[in-house]
Nanobody, 114 residues
Framework: QVQLVESGGGLVQPGGSLRLSCTTS????????MGWYRQAPGKQRELVAD???????SYADSVKGRFTISRDNAKNTVYLQMNSLKPEDTAVYFC????????WGQGTQVTVSS
């Protein structure tokens, strides 16, 4: 069974940083582009960043220059380093493949507030 387990969220002040982790199991991790998605209250889920099998990243314009996605194929884990956080980044963050192939995990809450 596929598992996608997000962690690392929390409450942070504007300008702060968080590092999210997504630990996966149940599929061949290194055959897939992996992405981070987020969903804010009242909004649809959106793609934040993704990273190819070979490690090439892409970012939504809203986070470009602030977030860094990375992956460790040996650990079946994808990370999202979030710097210079803004209140607009407040959302539940999820990981999945670049084609949203699996059921969504529980996500991890990121709240950016003073």
């Amino acid at each position: 069974q596929v598992q996608l387990v997000e962690s690392g969220g929390g409450l942070v002040q504007p300008g702060g940083s968080l590092r999210l982790s997504c630990t996966t199991s149940g599929f061949i991790f290194n055959l897939y582009t992996m992405g981070w998605y987020r969903q804010a209250p009242g909004k649809q889920r959106e793609l934040v960043a993704d990273i190819t099998i070979g490690g090439s990243p892409s970012y939504a314009d809203s986070v470009k220059g602030r977030f860094t996605i990375s992956r460790d194929n040996a650990k079946n884990t994808v990370y999202l380093q979030m710097n210079s956080l803004k209140p607009e980044d407040t959302a539940v963050y999820f990981c999945n493949t670049g084609e949203q192939r699996w059921d969504w995990g529980q996500g991890t809450q990121v709240t950016v507030s003073s």
